[in-house]
């Protein structure tokens, strides 16, 4: 064997010890540029990418402290927080939230997180909600079961989603009877929802304030088709919210027929049952729910029978 054949063979030899050492190195260390990265794709999440940042999590599960899931929920109602003792002094602001499991929970945000959050809230639309505080519910005016409610802070991030991968509910009431209702007044344990056939209208403007001081609902609660034979109660609505309800009925072509109320305070007043409505009462009139929808149909239904 030449020279020459030597040469070729330990060059030959050297280039393949390079090579199997350059293998070895990148099996072991895994380097970029000789090994891309894998990415870990779930098919069954690849619709949205929001459901791949982390697990989520239901109403149900929460549990005390900083909660580092997301939270897929409805927003239902918000509305002011004031403090009847310091002269409606705002507080912050409250939400109704559901999810797919049709649970109830309430969200609150402090005063100071307002400018934050006061422009992405709207009613009726779905959230990813992280980064939130889980703390022990209140056991005084309690508009839902839960035993523990939510507080957004500095870290808490919410985002608008279009759609969700399963169905939440665009609507959720607590009804109660009249026997519920009485039950619960002066307890203020629970703010219940009714619904009714709506009989008569009342308001008190002030003249001096040039506001509505007062708007008096006379509804009959019972959820039933033979409307002449349920009890009349009496809705009340002060200050703010009796405004924005006047403003509302003025605007209407016609006195409604059925009525949705929720966050009310059942109250008894020399002996007689009266029906507070709080800061987040909120009214549905006729067709504007499904639940209104269903009660004026039955209510039409039993006038045509005339």
């Known amino acids: 064997m030449g020279f020459d054949d030597w040469a070729w063979l330990i060059y030959a030899w050297g280039l393949f010890t390079f090579v199997g050492f350059t293998l070895i190195l990148a099996h072991c260390n895994h380097p970029p540029f000789l090994l891309p990265r894998r990415r870990n794709v779930n098919p069954k999440l690849s619709s949205s990418s929001s459901y791949q940042k982390t697990e989520t999590q239901t109403h149900t599960g929460l549990r005390p402290g900083r909660c580092a899931r997301i939270v897929v929920t409805r927003l239902l109602r918000f509305w002011e927080a004031r403090n009847a003792k310091k002269g409606g002094e705002l507080m912050g602001v409250d939400m109704l939230l559901l999810d797919d499991q049709s649970s109830l929970i309430q969200a609150s945000v402090p005063v100071h997180r307002l400018n934050t959050f006061r422009e992405l809230l709207r ?10 505080d889980v703390s022990r519910s209140n056991n005084h005016f309690k508009l839902f079961d839960s035993v523990v409610a939510i507080w957004l ?118 002996g007689r049952l009266y029906l507070n409505a709080t800061s987040g009462a909120h009214f549905y009139f006729d067709n504007e729910v499904a639940e209104s929808q269903r009660l004026f149909e039955e209510y039409l239904s039993y006038l045509s029978l005339f």
């Open 123 to 132: 009613e009726g639309a779905m959230y990813e909600l992280s980064g939130f």
């Open 153 to 270: 802070n500095e870290f808490t991030k919410m985002v608008e989603v279009p759609a969700v991968a399963n169905h939440i509910p665009t609507e959720m009431f607590r009804f109660r009877s009249v026997e519920q209702l009485m039950s619960l007044a002066n307890t203020n344990v629970e703010l219940p929802d009714i619904i009714g056939e709506v009989s008569d209208i009342r308001t008190t403007y002030n003249d001096h304030t040039q506001t509505t001081q007062r708007v008096m609902v006379n509804i009959r609660v019972d959820n039933k088709p033979f409307f002449s034979l349920a009890a009349t109660q009496c809705v009340s609505v002060f200050y703010s919210v009796a405004e924005l309800l006047h403003k509302r009925l003025e605007h209407g072509v016609v006195q409604p027929k059925v009525m949705v109320a929720t966050n009310i305070n059942p109250k008894f007043v020399g």
